[in-house]
C-alpha cells in the first residue's frame, strides 16, 4: 500500500517544466534578460565581456549553444556581423532582435569626425551608409526598460508555465530603471556643456538622453581604424574647441589619443559600453551605467 500511494503521488505530482535555454549576445544585454529571469532560470552569455562585438570570431561551443537555444536575444546584426552570420545560419528556436522592438528609440551614425559645426562635417571615411542605425542602443535606459517587457513577452511565449514570473520581474526592473535613470540626470546635469571627445561614436544614444553631447569621435562607430585626415580633424577641432577631456576605452587601441590630441591639460577618462571589468549578470547594466557616469564627473567635473 505505501509503494502504490508513493507512485501515486509521484503521478499526481505536475512535471516541473524545463526552463528554456537561452542566449545572447552582449554582457548589457545578458544582465537585461538575466533580470527578467531571475528566480527560474539563467540565461547564456556567447560575447563575454573583454571582446568587441564588432570583430569578434565565433568558438564551436557559441555555435552548438545558438543552434540548441529556445530563445536568442541580441542587439540586431549591425552590432555584429559574425553574430548575425551565425543566427541565420544556426538559429533553431525564436529570435528577438531588440532593435526592432516598437518604440525603441534609434538614432543614425552621426557622419564626420566632429559632431560640432566647426568640425564642417565633411569628411565621411568609413563605411556606414547615410543614415545607418547606430546598435548602441541599449546606453539608453528607456529603451533598456522597453526590452525587459519585449523579453517577457518573449519568454512567456516559448515558457507559459513561468509568465507570470517573468512579467513580474520586468515591471519591477523597469520600475528601477526609471528611479535609476532620473539619479543619473541629477548628476549629469553640472557637467552639460563641456566640450569633450570619446575614442569611438559609441555613446551616442547616452549622450542624448541626457544632453550631454560629445564635440567627436576619435575612431570609427564601428570600432574601426580613423584614417590620417579624420585624426588631424579632430585634433584640431578639440584646440578650437577647448577640449579638457577625452575619454579611451579598455577594449580599443586609445594610443590613437596621444597621436591625435595635445593631451597637456587634458584629463583623460576611461568609459565602457560593454562593461569590460565587470561580471555579467542582473547587476552588470546599472553598475556599467553608473560606472560611466562616475567617468565623466571625474573628466569633466574635475577642477
Do not use: K
Not at 40 to 64: C, M, N
Not at 109 to 115: E, I, K
Not at 260 to 281: H, K, N, Q, S
Amino acid at each position: 500500500m505505501l509503494r502504490l500511494a508513493v507512485v501515486l503521488l509521484i503521478l499526481a505530482t505536475p512535471l516541473r517544466a524545463d526552463v528554456p535555454r537561452v542566449v545572447v549576445d552582449i554582457p548589457p544585454v545578458h544582465s537585461l534578460v538575466a533580470q527578467v529571469m531571475q528566480g527560474v532560470g539563467t540565461p547564456e552569455l556567447i560575447l563575454p565581456p573583454g571582446l568587441s562585438p564588432h570583430d569578434v570570431a565565433l568558438r564551436p561551443s557559441d555555435a552548438s549553444a545558438l543552434a540548441q537555444a529556445d530563445l536568442v536575444v541580441w542587439i540586431g546584426p549591425e552590432l555584429s556581423r559574425a553574430f548575425a552570420r551565425s543566427v541565420d545560419a544556426l538559429a533553431q528556436g525564436r529570435v528577438l532582435g531588440l532593435l526592432e522592438v516598437p518604440d525603441t528609440v534609434l538614432l543614425g551614425y552621426r557622419q564626420g569626425a566632429v559632431f560640432s559645426e566647426l568640425g564642417g562635417g565633411d569628411e565621411h571615411d568609413h563605411d556606414h551608409d547615410q543614415g545607418s542605425r547606430d546598435p548602441h542602443a541599449w546606453l539608453d535606459p528607456v529603451n533598456a526598460a522597453l526590452w525587459l517587457g519585449a523579453i517577457a513577452q518573449a519568454l512567456a511565449q516559448i515558457d507559459p508555465t513561468n509568465a507570470e514570473a517573468y512579467t513580474e520581474n520586468a515591471a519591477t526592473a523597469a520600475a528601477r530603471l526609471g528611479t535609476f535613470q532620473g539619479a543619473i540626470d541629477t548628476r549629469i546635469t553640472p557637467l552639460r556643456g563641456q566640450p569633450f571627445v570619446v575614442f569611438h561614436d559609441a555613446y551616442h544614444y547616452f549622450e542624448a538622453r541626457f544632453e550631454i553631447e560629445a564635440a567627436g569621435a576619435i575612431a570609427l562607430g564601428d570600432g574601426g581604424a580613423p584614417g590620417p585626415r579624420r585624426l588631424v580633424e579632430i585634433g584640431q577641432a578639440a584646440q578650437d574647441l577647448g577640449v579638457t577631456c577625452v575619454f579611451v576605452e579598455p577594449q580599443f587601441n586609445a594610443g590613437y589619443a596621444g597621436a591625435t590630441l595635445p593631451l597637456e591639460g587634458v584629463r583623460v577618462g576611461v568609459i565602457d559600453p560593454l562593461g569590460f571589468a565587470l561580471t555579467p549578470g542582473p547587476q552588470l547594466y546599472e553598475t556599467l551605467l553608473t560606472g560611466m557616469v562616475a567617468s565623466f564627473e571625474q573628466c569633466l567635473g574635475a577642477e
